[in-house]
Structures are given as structure tokens and as C-alpha cells.
């Protein structure tokens, strides 16, 4: 029997990365979720961002995680995670925005080209 932990489940989320490279841009833009708030979002122009919904301070938010296929599905699950343990430490993990995109990446440790 396997041993439960917190995130054990979203390690192996609903999503594998053949789905992610084959989705292909509809007239509206449309998700598909990998589970505990991860999502790629698939726009009409064809462009697939990573996205994470969460809350902090009672308000829902949304937190930019990249645009596959620069950003893969593992490493969209590691700035999930890293993420989540920032929320659960009581603070908010997206910064502010006067902090350029790439440092707030790699913060995340997202690597950016």
C-alpha cells in the first residue's frame, strides 16, 4: 500500500504531457486541469499558458506559471508545489508586480528562455 502524503497526489496530477502538446486552440479559450488549481489554459490564437487559481486573504487570485512548451508539465507541478508551500507559510505567492516577470519566475524555480 502506498503512504499518503500532502501532495503525493499532485505529483501524478490528471494531465500527461502528450494532452498538453496536442491540445489545440478552439473558438474560445478553454482549461484543462491537472488538479489543485493547476490548469493550462489553451487561448484561440493557440498560445498554452500554465496557470494556478488559489486564494489568500479571502480573495480567489490567479498565478502565471509560464507558456508551455518552454515551461513543461513537471516543472509547472514543481512552481505548483513551491506555491502552495508559500500560501501554507501565510504569505502571498505571487509578487509584487514591480519585480520583472523573470526574477518572479525563477523564484518559483521556473526557468526562463
Given at each position: 500500500?502506498r ?5 503525493g497526489?499532485?505529483?501524478?496530477g ?14 474560445k ?6 488538479g489543485?488549481g493547476?490548469?493550462?489554459?489553451v487561448?484561440?490564437n ?8 488559489y ?9 502565471s ?12 507541478r ?20 514591480d519585480?520583472?516577470?523573470p526574477?518572479?519566475?525563477?523564484a ?6
Open positions: 500500500m503512504k499518503a502524503t500532502l501532495y497526489d499532485m505529483l501524478r490528471k494531465l500527461y504531457e502528450s494532452k498538453c502538446a496536442t491540445a489545440k486552440p478552439k473558438a479559450q478553454y482549461k484543462l486541469s491537472d489543485k493547476l490548469y493550462l489554459l487561448k484561440p493557440g498560445s498554452r499558458l500554465w496557470q494556478m487559481k486564494n489568500y486573504l479571502g480573495k480567489e487570485k490567479t498565478l506559471l509560464g507558456q508551455y512548451p518552454v515551461v513543461s508539465l513537471e516543472e509547472a514543481a512552481g505548483w508545489l513551491v506555491a502552495k508551500r508559500i500560501l501554507m507559510a501565510g504569505y502571498n505567492p505571487s509578487p509584487p508586480s519585480v520583472p516577470r526574477v518572479r519566475l525563477r518559483l524555480g521556473i526557468r526562463t528562455t
